[in-house]
């Protein structure tokens, strides 16, 4: 059963031929975020790749969808692949989704989605609700330039390199994190970074008990250490500020300059050795050492 193509809507690629696989979004937690969109292509596909049957099927029995399903997830993707990458090139259509936001974001997804390209197999997202996005929109942090993180490895060697790049991005950092991890996480973020690093933090986002805590890392351990977590939390770090470029006055730089001359060094060598540090042209340091 192909997606049928229809006369008055502007996007046949969303009602074209079958053979096309389609990433559709599924709430996060708030079912009324389900797209008009979403509902219409479950309801025409062939079937759907379900991240977890189980879960999924009461989004579709709540919605009165009847299309089957077929387990995807990180257990069985391996052998999964071929058998959908085959059933797409025999024309049928194909929804993937998993149990909550765009599949392949922190969620099985990518290795289907790479195959198909691969096998030149059109992919379409059916955009919906994502908890990073929405995070970040009302973290109160710039979300002009961000990187997404996901969860932070849990091997400790991988994991340390990861808080060296975040130590070192100027960019916002946005992170998922279960509530049984969030202390360990807020802890290793501090010590990879400062505890006055601004930081937002987002629980349950869509649902009954949304909630937004805003502060800096160490305040951010300290609440947290009070109110146990629970929920699932959407991290949203400030990047790491610019450095301070230290401000050379004359008298600081005759300090300096007097200081490499004690040491034996000559006006020509430290002018240009304090040149390199400061950024400041040579031959105006040079005409300061001539007034010692």
């Not at 986002?205 to 959407?234: C, M, Q, S, V």
């Amino acid at each position: 059963m192909a997606l049928k193509r229809s006369s008055d809507s502007s996007e046949a690629s969303e009602d074209g031929a079958a053979g096309i696989l389609y990433l559709v979004g599924t709430p996060i937690g708030n079912l009324e975020d389900m797209t008009m969109r979403a509902i219409h292509t479950l309801q025409q596909v062939d079937f759907i790749a379900a991240e977890d049957t189980r879960h999924t099927g009461r989004l579709l029995q709540h919605f009165q969808i009847g299309t089957p399903q077929i387990s995807y997830h990180d257990h069985n993707s391996q052998s999964r692949i071929p058998e959908l990458v085959a059933k797409l090139q025999a024309g049928q259509a194909i929804a993937l989704v998993t149990d909550a936001g765009m599949p392949a974001i922190s969620d099985p997804g990518y290795e289907l989605v790479q195959a198909c390209v691969q096998a030149n197999i059109r992919v379409i997202p059916i955009p919906g609700v994502t908890a990073a996005i929405a995070a970040v929109c009302a973290s109160g942090l710039d979300p002009q330039r961000f990187v997404f993180e996901g969860f932070l490895p849990t091997d400790n060697q991988a994991r340390q390199s990861r808080l060296k790049a975040i130590q070192q991005e100027p960019r916002t950092a946005i992170l998922y994190e279960a509530p049984h991890r969030l202390i360990r996480t807020l802890e290793d973020l501090q010590n990879a970074l400062e505890s006055t690093r601004p930081i937002a933090i987002a629980r349950e986002l869509t649902k009954l008990h949304e909630e937004f805590w805003r502060g800096t890392l160490a305040d951010a351990i300290a609440y947290f250490t009070n109110r146990p977590p629970k929920g699932e939390f959407t991290l949203v770090l400030a990047g790491s500020p610019p450095p301070t470029t230290p401000i050379w006055t004359e008298e600081k730089l005759l300090s300096e300059l007097q200081s490499l001359l004690d040491e034996g060094i000559s006006r020509s060598e430290a002018s240009r050795q304090l040149a390199a540090l400061t950024n400041l042209p040579r031959r105006q340091i040079y005409q300061l050492a001539l007034t010692i």
